[in-house]
């Protein structure tokens, strides 16, 4: 019998993030075509005004800020979850913070969160 838990919150914040990063690449791909169609046009000569006002939504730079959000949540549900798992295996705070690369302060508040 295995001593894996019925659920596993971290394998499950680890999925979210996977998906994150899915939707992240093709909102990028997406941002990234867009923005090399608003330098052709400024490359035709049209004035940066005439060439952002024409941009329909979401702007590059809004689809840009959506996608760091996204991953931000994302990757703060897998850190925090993953610390959590680790502190479960009896895993030491100073420990924890080695492996994550931040203060052992830092890692007993996102534990406490």
Not at 15 to 29: C, N, P, T
């Amino acid at each position: 019998m295995s001593d894996l838990p019925a659920t596993d919150p971290a394998a499950d914040a680890l999925a979210h993030l996977v998906a994150e990063i899915d939707r992240s690449v093709a909102e990028l791909e997406r941002a990234r075509h867009r923005a090399e169609r608003l330098l052709h046009e400024r490359g035709t000569g049209r004035p940066w005004l005439d060439v952002v006002t024409a941009e329909s939504r979401p702007l590059v730079v809004e689809s840009v800020s959506a996608v760091l959000a996204g991953l931000a949540g994302a990757g703060h549900g897998w850190r925090r979850e993953q610390a959590l798992a680790l502190q479960r295996e009896a895993v030491s705070i100073n420990r924890i913070a080695a492996l994550f690369g931040v203060t052992r302060q830092r890692i007993s508040a996102l534990l406490k969160e």
